[in-house]
């Protein structure tokens, strides 16, 4: 039996584990560069580049603190338990969690669906 890993899950409306675009990659940054515009003086446009790509590194450095907190927290979840299959099915069903799966569900899914009933 092949296991097709060409699809990647996401969580939460687009979060993507394993790929670009989620909590365990890097999130792109604008270009350091783009607001540096040439004035003809070697040594004042060196330094102006120099800055910029100092300041570039320490935006990212700021970015990299928070991804990396976001990659390896793992007190993000909780379980449920029930005494039976048929109890979980029906909780899910009552609640109208069906529809998000019977195992993992998106908290955010779930939070918003739990509101609407309140």
């Not at 515009?37 to 910029?52: K, Q, R, V, Y």
């Not at 450095?61 to 029930?82: G, I, P, Q, Y």
Request: proline share 4%; glycine share 12%; net charge negative.
């Amino acid at each position: 039996m092949a296991i097709d890993f060409s699809s990647k899950p996401t969580f939460n409306g687009g979060l993507r584990f394993g790929g670009s675009g989620g909590p365990l990659s890097a999130s792109p940054v604008s270009d350091p560069l783009a607001g540096v515009a040439p004035t003809g003086d070697l040594a004042a446009d060196a330094a102006a580049e120099l800055s910029a790509l100092e300041s570039g590194y320490r935006e990212r450095a700021k970015m990299e603190v928070s991804r990396f907190k976001d990659a390896t927290d793992s007190e993000f979840w909780f379980a449920v338990c029930f005494k039976t299959r048929e109890d979980k099915e029906a909780f899910l069903k009552e609640f109208g969690l069906w529809n998000f799966g019977d195992k993992y569900l998106d908290g955010a899914k779930v939070a918003s669906q739990l509101r609407k009933g309140q």
